[in-house]
């Protein structure tokens, strides 16, 4: 089943909206296509539709909502039938900025998400227009500008289950997971395509549900980590972690937190693609201690405690502060 053809677009709320679109914009060169209400809708400059990031103000930070793309009319009707089935979907919405009809739902824990096929294409004013003929506007010269949309990773309270509702109802394949002390699932990375994952799950240790832990942006090059780790720096951006290489994904990573609370992931690399159509789930074995540290830094440092307890909306006693490095 290859209904869901890829990640369009993460929707987040911050309490500091204008620190939240001035952290996309100035430090890692993203473009704003529009404002409506008290949202802003951005893109990165090889992002192909009108957007693939909004922000909303809201009290709390967190995910309002994800966007995937069906394959086609027929696989997003395919798909909303077996959302339906379920009993979690939410219905048609066509108000949606960008985009045309689409499908409401949220996963089992809580994550409200959508899927369509007709949205805009992003048609770059003339000053923006690359000559490159396959880049949809130019390389803008603000900070170190990230190249796409990556993608999202979510906290979850129950990950067989949600793990699961992503594999069975919407058709993602399962290609890493990691399993923990007696067996439980701790972890799990999903794709539709040869990326590694669009969306990846990870067990909510403070046993909250629905909630966000990071969207990823990606560079392709890790030298570009190196670059904006000094911008954040110079500039009192908290790093959380990185630059450094995940073992699970391969990838070359550098998290941080924008203005408004949420975490944002940067990606260097790719790490690896897949292209084996009976691929076999990569399971790391975290109750190993081998497996434990490999799998979470391949090499450069370690990850801190926030990383697996800080997620939005925070929940009390486990803000930044509370946990601590
Ligand atoms: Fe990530």
Same mark, same amino acid.
Not at 147 to 161: A, F, G, Y
Not at 218 to 229: R, T, V
């Given at each position: 089943m290859m209904d869901i053809a890829q990640l369009v677009s993460v929707a987040l709320y911050s309490p500091k909206p204008d620190e939240t679109v001035a952290f996309f914009h100035?430090?890692?060169?993203m473009e704003i296509s529009h404002r409506e209400g008290q949202s802003v809708y951005l893109r990165a400059?090889?992002?192909?539709?009108?957007?693939t990031l909004k922000i909303t103000e809201a009290r709390q930070p967190g995910l309002e909502e994800i966007t995937w793309r069906a394959s086609s009319q027929e696989a997003l009707d395919r798909r909303v039938q077996a959302i339906e089935a379920t009993g979690l979907g939410a219905g048609w919405t066509?108000?949606?900025?960008?985009?045309g009809p689409a499908y409401k739902f949220c996963t089992p824990d809580g994550h409200c998400m959508k899927v369509l096929w007709q949205l805009d294409y992003f048609n770059a004013p003339p000053d923006m227009k690359?000559?490159? $003929?396959? $880049?949809?506007s130019k390389r803008p010269l603000? @900070?170190?500008?990230? $190249?796409r949309i990556d993608h999202v990773n979510l906290m979850v309270s129950d990950l067989p289950r949600n793990r699961a509702f992503m594999q069975?109802?919407? @058709?993602?394949?399962?290609r890493e997971q990691k399993i923990g002390d007696g067996?439980?699932?701790?972890g799990a990375w999903m794709s539709v395509?040869?990326?590694?994952?669009?969306i990846a799950m990870m067990r909510d240790a403070t046993g909250a549900t629905g909630r966000f832990h990071h969207i990823a942006y990606w560079y @392709?090059?890790?030298q570009h980590l190196l670059d904006i780790a000094d911008i954040f720096s110079e500039r009192d951006v $908290?790093?959380?972690?990185?630059?450094a290489k995940h073992g699970t994904t391969q990838a070359y990573f550098l998290y941080v937190f924008e203005p408004g609370g949420n975490r944002v992931e940067l990606f260097g690399d790719t790490g690896y693609l897949i292209f084996d159509p009976d691929w076999q789930t990569v399971v790391w074995n975290v109750a190993n201690e081998i497996d434990l540290e490999k799998s979470s830094i391949w090499f450069g440092g370690q990850l801190p405690k926030t990383f697996y307890r800080y997620g939005t909306p925070v929940v009390p006693g486990h803000s930044l502060e509370e946990i601590g490095r």
């Amino acid at each position: 089943m290859m209904d869901i053809a890829q990640l369009v677009s993460v929707a987040l709320y911050s309490p500091k909206p204008d620190e939240t679109v001035a952290f996309f914009h100035d430090l890692i060169g993203m473009e704003i296509s529009h404002r409506e209400g008290q949202s802003v809708y951005l893109r990165a400059y090889e992002d192909f539709y009108q957007y693939t990031l909004k922000i909303t103000e809201a009290r709390q930070p967190g995910l309002e909502e994800i966007t995937w793309r069906a394959s086609s009319q027929e696989a997003l009707d395919r798909r909303v039938q077996a959302i339906e089935a379920t009993g979690l979907g939410a219905g048609w919405t066509d108000k949606d900025y960008a985009h045309g009809p689409a499908y409401k739902f949220c996963t089992p824990d809580g994550h409200c998400m959508k899927v369509l096929w007709q949205l805009d294409y992003f048609n770059a004013p003339p000053d923006m227009k690359s000559k490159l $003929r396959n $880049r949809p506007s130019k390389r803008p010269l603000r @900070g170190v500008p990230v $190249r796409r949309i990556d993608h999202v990773n979510l906290m979850v309270s129950d990950l067989p289950r949600n793990r699961a509702f992503m594999q069975d109802v919407l @058709g993602f394949k399962l290609r890493e997971q990691k399993i923990g002390d007696g067996g439980a699932e701790v972890g799990a990375w999903m794709s539709v395509s040869p990326l590694v994952h669009e969306i990846a799950m990870m067990r909510d240790a403070t046993g909250a549900t629905g909630r966000f832990h990071h969207i990823a942006y990606w560079y @392709g090059a890790p030298q570009h980590l190196l670059d904006i780790a000094d911008i954040f720096s110079e500039r009192d951006v $908290r790093i959380e972690g990185g630059p450094a290489k995940h073992g699970t994904t391969q990838a070359y990573f550098l998290y941080v937190f924008e203005p408004g609370g949420n975490r944002v992931e940067l990606f260097g690399d790719t790490g690896y693609l897949i292209f084996d159509p009976d691929w076999q789930t990569v399971v790391w074995n975290v109750a190993n201690e081998i497996d434990l540290e490999k799998s979470s830094i391949w090499f450069g440092g370690q990850l801190p405690k926030t990383f697996y307890r800080y997620g939005t909306p925070v929940v009390p006693g486990h803000s930044l502060e509370e946990i601590g490095r």
